[in-house]
């Protein structure tokens, strides 16, 4: 059974930094891309990034580009998002997803994670 | 990017009837290489994450109810709940994945 289970979520202050994990099980992790996906409080689902699985090829949203950095650990069934520089409308539910078809950044996603939530907030 | 623009914003349907969504993308998400359209459809029901209905616009997902379809082609595409059973209640998304993926903003559905 696929499990995706993020954590590293809180509250942080503007401008500040935060590290976002997915542990992965279930599946062969390093043949599949892995993205993040997220959604604002009552608002519709935002792409931010994407890793490809065994070359470590990424791509950005330009809301993130730049401030963002996606990586995976693939002897660990792990993904990451490294978030610096903050901004009050970061603040969503961040969703790891198993991407199933991916043609070089843009892939659907058969599995998503429970989510985990980041508030950036004074 | 592409924009994806769904209709209606929400929806209320009886029990037991037809519900369709529509998903209009500004430019086509067909490949022709393949003759494939890069569309998904999501389900979201509250608290929980979204769960993938349909691929390839119309391909649906293992273990998914035969009463969801997707069709469409291009530029336009629908989602159709044959028989709205009361488990459907949720918000349902279509994606493309054509190029850099973007969603549509979503359709609440409801139980009338």
């Known amino acids: 059974e696929v499990q995706l289970l993020e954590s590293g979520g809180g509250l942080v202050q503007p401008g500040g930094s935060l590290r976002l994990s997915c542990a992965a099980s279930g599946f062969t992790f390093s043949s599949y891309a892995m993205s993040w996906v997220r959604q604002a409080p009552g608002k519709g689902l935002e792409w931010v990034s994407v890793?490809?699985?065994?070359?470590?090829?990424?791509y950005y949203a330009d809301s993130v580009k730049g401030r963002f950095t996606i990586s995976r650990d693939n002897s660990k069934n792990t993904l990451h998002l490294q978030m610096n520089s903050l901004r009050g409308e970061d603040t969503a539910i961040y969703y790891c997803?198993?991407?199933?078809?991916?043609?070089?950044?843009?892939?659907?996603?058969?599995?998503w994670g429970q989510g985990t939530l980041v508030t950036v907030s004074s | 990017d592409i924009v994806m623009t769904q209709s209606p914003d929400s929806l209320a349907v009886s029990l037991g009837e037809r519900a369709t969504i529509n998903c209009k993308s500004r430019q086509s998400v067909l490949y022709s290489s393949n003759n494939k359209n890069y569309l998904a459809w999501y389900q979201q029901k509250p608290g929980q994450p979204p769960k993938l209905l349909i691929y390839w616009a119309s391909t649906r997902e293992s273990g998914v109810p035969d009463r969801f379809s997707g069709s469409g082609s291009g530029t336009d595409f629908t989602l159709t709940i044959s028989s709205l059973q009361a488990e459907d209640v949720a918000v349902y998304y279509c994606q493309q994945y054509y190029s850099t993926p973007s969603f549509g903003q979503g359709t609440r559905l409801e139980i009338k």
């Open positions: 997803a198993k991407d199933r078809h991916c043609t070089s950044n843009s892939c659907f996603y058969d599995y």
């Open positions: 890793i490809s699985g065994s070359d470590g090829n990424t």
